[in-house]
T-cell receptor, first 118, second 117 residues
Framework: AQKVTQAQTEISVVEKEDVTLDCVYETRDTTYYLFWYKQPPSGELVFLIRRNSFDEQNEISGRYSWNFQKSTSSFNFTITASQVVDSAVYFCALSESVPTGANSKLTFGKGITLSVRP | DTEVTQTPKHLVMGMTNKKSLKCEQHMGHRAMYWYKQKAKKPPELMFVYSYEKLSINESVPSRFSPECPNSSLLNLHLHALQPEDSALYLC????????????????FGEGSRLTVL
C-alpha cells in the first residue's frame, strides 16, 4: 500500500529563516508522481510541484527548492528566506497509477503546519 | 484565483435537509474529484469522475450522491447527513489519462465548508 509520511507536524520560524519540510514515501509502483501542495487559511489547495519517479533532478523555483532522492524515498521541500505569507499547511502527496480512467488518485501525508513569525 | 469554482463557500444544514454542493471548471479537464477534509487532517478522496462517468467511489455512504451532468460541472447531493459529516469539501479537476499520459496535477477549488447541525 502507498504511504506518505510527514513526520514534522508543526514548524515555527522567524521571517527570513530557511526551513525544510520533510517527506518520506512508500510505494511498490515503479512509475509514480510526487507532489507538494500548499493550503493557506483560505482553504484551497495550491499546487506547488510535481515530480515523476524517473526525474531525480532537484528543482528550484524562486525561494522554493525540492530535493528528490529515490535512494531514501524522500522528497523534501525547502523555503529559503521565509516570509509571513508562507504560513500555511503543506502537504506532500503521492499519486497511484490507476489502470483505467482518471490517473491521479493522490495519497496525502498528514501535512505540516508552518508558521512564519515577523 | 483558483480556476475551479465551488459554491456555496459555507453551508449549514440540518440532518433532515437536502442540499447540493456545486463545482465548475473550464480548463477542459475530463477528470473531476470530490475530497473531504476534516480539521487538521489531509484530504480524503470520496469520488472520481472520468469523462462524466463515475470511476472511483471510496465506499462513501449513500447519503452523499455525486453527479456529473457535463464535463465542466460536478455536483455533490447531500441528504440525511450526520453531524460528523461536517467538514471542508474540496472539488478538484485534472487531465484524464486519455488526455495526457503523464500523471496530472490536481487543481483544487477553495472548498465548501459544511456544518451539519
Amino acid at each position: 500500500a502507498q504511504k506518505v509520511t510527514q513526520a514534522q507536524t508543526e514548524i515555527s520560524v522567524v521571517e527570513k529563516e530557511d526551513v525544510t519540510l520533510d517527506c518520506v514515501y512508500e510505494t511498490r509502483d515503479t512509475t509514480y508522481y510526487l507532489f507538494w501542495y500548499k493550503q493557506p487559511p483560505s482553504g484551497e489547495l495550491v499546487f506547488l510541484i510535481r515530480r515523476n519517479s524517473f526525474d531525480e533532478q532537484n528543482e528550484i523555483s524562486g525561494r522554493y527548492s525540492w530535493n528528490f532522492q529515490k535512494s531514501t524515498s524522500s522528497f523534501n521541500f525547502t523555503i529559503t528566506a521565509s516570509q509571513v505569507v508562507d504560513s500555511a499547511v503543506y502537504f506532500c502527496a503521492l499519486s497511484e497509477s490507476v489502470p483505467t480512467g482518471a490517473n491521479s488518485k493522490l495519497t496525502f501525508g498528514k501535512g505540516i503546519t508552518l508558521s512564519v513569525r515577523p | 484565483d483558483t480556476e475551479v469554482t465551488q459554491t456555496p463557500k459555507h453551508l449549514v444544514m440540518g440532518m433532515t435537509n437536502k442540499k447540493s454542493l456545486k463545482c465548475e471548471q473550464h480548463m477542459g479537464h475530463r477528470a473531476m474529484y470530490w475530497y473531504k477534509q476534516k480539521a487538521k487532517k489531509p484530504p480524503e478522496l470520496m469520488f472520481v469522475y472520468s469523462y462524466e462517468k463515475l470511476s472511483i467511489n471510496e465506499s462513501v455512504p449513500s447519503r452523499f450522491s455525486p453527479e456529473c451532468p457535463n464535463s465542466s460541472l460536478l455536483n455533490l447531493h447531500l441528504h440525511a447527513l450526520q453531524p460528523e459529516d461536517s467538514a471542508l469539501y474540496l472539488c478538484a479537476s485534472s487531465q484524464d489519462r486519455r488526455q495526457a499520459l503523464v500523471g496530472g496535477e490536481l487543481f483544487f477549488g477553495e472548498g465548501s465548508r459544511l456544518t451539519v447541525l
